[in-house]
């Protein structure tokens, strides 16, 4: 599998995913500009990732403006022709405003940005400790698309206590019952709130999020 790693202006995360994709993943990986469109070097069997960060400066909402760049514009296409997408952080919050993924991400309940290690599960099955760092990382939708996205197992990852508990005690944001991260019904578009590509190297004493991508299919 191949990676593209699209760069918008104000994204600063976009660094520390090529590198941990490329050196820590071992896989081939190439940068896309926001201005571009081109993606031919790609096939749907590869997987586009929009990285942390503040792209466009988070002018008007996070991610409302890179939604509309020429880029995004392929990235659509792309998802709907069922090539994987995967939007961390920043992207999360770009999926969303894209409509490629349900939900809103809202200001977090305590209303101040937060950077730490937090504890998250695939399932109730894996607990992997991934750091956070988000100010709108706050997921939110109504009861019935909760209870959807419930039914159709789109729920990838939950905040969770050390103990794997998903309690409010353990949820960093006030997101809406836990959740850190879904997909999409078709399976191949992934937002999450917490960088795994910050847990993927020995030299941090962390490679959580090696897990993370192995859990995604994106290895």
Known sequence: MKFGVVVFPGSNCDRDMLDAIQYDLNKEVVTLWHKDKDISMLSTNDCIVLPGGFSYGDYLRCGAIARFSPMMQSVIDFANKGGKVLGVCNGFQILC??????????????QQFICKNVNITADGKDVLKIPIAHGEGRFYADDALLDELEANNQVIFRYCSEQGFTDQFCNPNGACRNIAGIKNKAGNVFGMMPHPERATSGALGNLDGRKVFELLGLN
Not at 97 to 110: C, D, K, R, Y
């Open 97 to 110: 405003e894209s409509h490629l993924l349900p939900g809103v991400l809202l200001q977090n309940a305590n």
